[in-house]
Structures are given as structure tokens and as C-alpha cells.
């Protein structure tokens, strides 16, 4: 007859589970978010004379959302608006011409010298007596996890202020998804725990990016743009 298993000591100290960074979390999130595919529109019924409109969120498939409300309680301050931004085609990315033979890492990687110029939405409560301010345009670039709005910057300050937990033990190395892409760019070290700022405007961008199947529509294009219009453009953004 076979001996009882012994029992565990409850004295004996056990290790704390190991959880996922949240930079981790969030590309895994971003990757499973990017294999989606978009949902298409209902064919017309003669029989309905008024149908329910089809709007841009209808595009987004069921396993969709679980996703985005799990991004949403990360993300909480810039998921909606830069949903927002997206749906009011408020995000323009400029295409390089490709036909400069010594950009090799361009060669390699085009999204790389893509620009992205995001257009703050315009407050919705003004004076129809009051003339509206011109536009505010954001130059965002992703590969470098950057953006030239105020909010970006101040999120980046209080990131640098803030200190990872020590109460819980945390995967060394978040894992990067099969095109080697990770939450915050692959210039921050891989081990970086800290808070990553991120902002809407650079959050559309990621988005749009990241998930061309259900976000890339919405996103105005200028492509075979020349490097010296692209470093003009560069020099006055607001």
C-alpha cells in the first residue's frame, strides 16, 4: 500500500506568484487586438426603409471588446479619446518617399520614418458669435514612443518621479510580440518597469499602426512625401 503524500507545512514560506508587467499586459493586448479582423457592413434590406446606422464602432468584431474595456482600465485617461480621435479622422500619417537608396534601415522596417501629425479635437462648446481657433496639429512618432503635446510631456515627468512596486514579484523581461514590437518602443530597456507615459495622440497612432485591420481606415494618408518637405513640415509643427 502506497504512503500518503505529505501534507505542505503551512509555515513554509512560499514565493509569490510571478505577474505580468503591465508593459507586458499591454502588448499582449495590443498584439491580440491586432490579429482582429473588422466586421462587414450588413447588406441593404429593401423591406427596412429606415435602417440602424452603420457607424465606424460597428466595424469592431464581439472578441473586441473585452480587449478594449481591459485597455480602458489601464489606459483609462486616453483609450476614449483616442477612439475619438480616430472616429473624427483627426490622424494623418506621412509616407517618405521610399526611393532614397542609403535609408537601408528604412528598407528593413518602412513604418520607421512614418510621421504621424494628430489634430487635438476642437472643443465643442464655442460660441457660434466667437470665431474658432486654428486647429492644433501634435507630431507624433512612434518608433521613438514620442509626442509633442503638453500632456505627453508632463506624463513622461511624473513616469521618471514614480518607483515600480517591491511588494510584488514581476516577470523580468515583458515578452514581445512575433514582429518584435513591445509596449513603449524598443528603445526603453526591456526590463523597464516604471509607468510609460502615453498620451491620445500617441495612443491613436499606436492604434492605427498596430491594428491596420480595424483602425487603419480611419486614418488620412500622404504617401511619397519628399524629406525635405517632411523636414520642413517638422520645423513649425504647434
Same mark, same amino acid.
Given at each position: ?12 514560506? +512560499? %514565493?509569490? =506568484? ?9 502588448? &499582449? ?8 479582423? =473588422? ?31 481591459? @485597455? $480602458?482600465?489601464?489606459? &483609462? &485617461?486616453?483609450?476614449?479619446?483616442? @477612439?475619438?480621435?480616430?472616429? !473624427? ?28 501629425? #494628430? ?8 460660441? %457660434? !458669435?466667437?470665431?474658432? =481657433? ?8 512612434? =518608433?521613438?514612443? $514620442? ?5 505627453? *510631456?508632463?506624463?513622461?515627468?511624473? *513616469? +521618471? ?5 517591491? %511588494?510584488?514579484?514581476? %516577470? ?18 526591456? +526590463? &523597464? $518597469?516604471?509607468?510609460?507615459? #502615453?498620451?491620445? $495622440?500617441?495612443?491613436?497612432? #499606436?492604434?492605427?499602426? !498596430? ?8 486614418? !488620412? ?9 517632411? *523636414? ?7
Amino acid at each position: 500500500m502506497a504512503s500518503p503524500a505529505p501534507r505542505p507545512n503551512p509555515t513554509t514560506p +512560499t %514565493s509569490p =506568484p510571478t505577474l505580468p508587467t503591465t508593459r507586458a499586459l499591454l502588448t &499582449h493586448l495590443l498584439t491580440r487586438l491586432s490579429s482582429l479582423s =473588422p466586421v462587414p457592413p450588413p447588406p441593404p434590406d429593401p423591406t427596412n426603409p429606415n435602417p440602424a446606422p452603420y457607424t465606424n464602432h460597428s466595424t469592431l468584431p464581439p472578441q473586441s471588446k473585452p480587449i478594449l474595456l481591459t @485597455l $480602458h482600465s489601464l489606459l &483609462h &485617461h486616453s483609450l476614449l479619446p483616442a @477612439l475619438d480621435l480616430l472616429d !473624427r479622422g483627426l490622424v494623418e500619417r506621412w509616407i517618405p518617399d521610399n526611393d532614397n537608396p542609403d535609408d537601408s534601415q528604412d528598407a528593413d522596417d518602412p513604418s520607421v520614418s512614418w510621421v504621424y501629425y #494628430v489634430q487635438s479635437a476642437s472643443p465643442s462648446g464655442c460660441s %457660434s !458669435r466667437n470665431a474658432l =481657433p486654428p486647429p492644433t496639429f501634435h507630431l507624433v512618432r512612434v =518608433p521613438i514612443w $514620442h509626442c509633442t503635446c503638453a500632456n505627453f *510631456a508632463l506624463y513622461a515627468f511624473v *513616469a +521618471t518621479t514614480l518607483s515600480s512596486p517591491t %511588494s510584488t514579484t514581476y %516577470s523580468p523581461k515583458p515578452t514581445a510580440d512575433d514582429a518584435g514590437w513591445i509596449w513603449g518602443s524598443t528603445h526603453l530597456s526591456p +526590463t &523597464h $518597469h516604471s509607468s510609460i507615459p #502615453v498620451c491620445k $495622440h500617441l495612443l491613436a497612432a #499606436v492604434l492605427a499602426e !498596430r491594428c491596420p485591420n480595424l483602425f487603419g481606415p480611419y486614418v !488620412r494618408e500622404k504617401r511619397g512625401v519628399a524629406r525635405e518637405e517632411m *523636414a520642413e513640415k517638422a520645423c513649425w509643427w504647434d
